[in-house]
């Protein structure tokens, strides 16, 4: 069965510091990542997703992510914090081994950035 | 391009009631999965329909059904609710597996 565990469910970076949110992942068969933004009050806003194309995968916000298979990780980075970064981010593993679009999420980390 | 529409966005409920929630997918998206979010068990899996078939179902009893429409559209229902169906229920849709899921931002029900 496929997992997702996210270390640390609560980050707290200054702003312009960078920012590494980690997710590790198990999965039997070649995985299809994605990371997640969810703002209070909103649903899930897709940052970017890993489908084997590249290793290093860019998304929206200036975040990216490396996928690193020896490790079963995709951490999150981005460069330089901004206080609109403050959210929940989820890591997320698609069912890759079925036929449905059943995502499978992490409990989250919650980013906090200090002024 | 319009986003994926829930509604109503807030619903108080009694318990031993039912409840109708309404998801409107991206224009041609087939594929609609449902999702229950709550502070103790994050965000689990309720089930997907893909061309007005449930293709995958989660680990939730059969007080929580959905279904498909012929335009995309899906609607979940809960029946005898319960205090622990407490939660914000999200509505994803896509154009097929493995491709990004694309979510609404939910419906809050509160059940008293």
């Known amino acids: 069965a496929q997992s997702v565990t996210q270390l640390g469910s609560h980050v707290s970076v200054s702003e312009g510091a960078l920012v590494l949110l980690r997710c590790n992942y198990s999965s039997s068969v070649p995985p299809y990542l994605f990371w997640y933004v969810q703002y209070p009050n909103q649903g899930l806003q897709l940052l970017l997703k890993?489908?084997?194309?590249?290793?290093l995968v860019k998304g929206i916000n200036g975040f990216e992510a490396e996928f690193k298979k020896s490790e079963t990780s995709f951490h999150l980075t981005k460069p330089s914090a901004h206080m609109s970064d403050a959210a929940e981010y989820f890591c997320?593993?698609?069912?890759?081994?079925?036929?449905?679009?059943?995502?499978?999420f992490g409990t989250g980390t919650l980013l906090a950035v200090q002024p | 391009k319009a986003g994926v529409t829930q509604t109503p966005r807030y619903l108080i409920k009694t318990r031993g009631q039912q409840v109708t929630l309404s998801c409107s997918p991206i224009s041609g998206h087939r594929s609609v999965s449902w999702y229950q979010q709550t502070p103790g068990q994050g965000l689990q899996f309720l089930f997907e329909?893909?061309?007005?078939?449930?293709?995958n179902k989660g680990n939730f009893p059969g007080r929580f059904s959905g279904r498909q429409f012929s335009n995309s559209r899906s609607e979940m229902n809960v029946s005898t609710l319960e205090l622990g169906d407490s939660a914000l229920y999200l509505c994803?849709?896509?154009?097929?597996?493995?491709?990004?899921?694309?979510f609404g931002d939910g419906t809050r029900l509160s059940i008293l």
């Open positions: 994803a849709s896509s154009l097929d597996r493995h491709q990004p899921q694309h």
């Open positions: 329909y893909f061309s007005e078939t449930q293709r």
């Open positions: 997320a593993v698609s069912d890759g081994g079925g036929a449905t679009n059943k995502l499978i």
């Open positions: 890993y489908t084997s194309a590249a290793t």
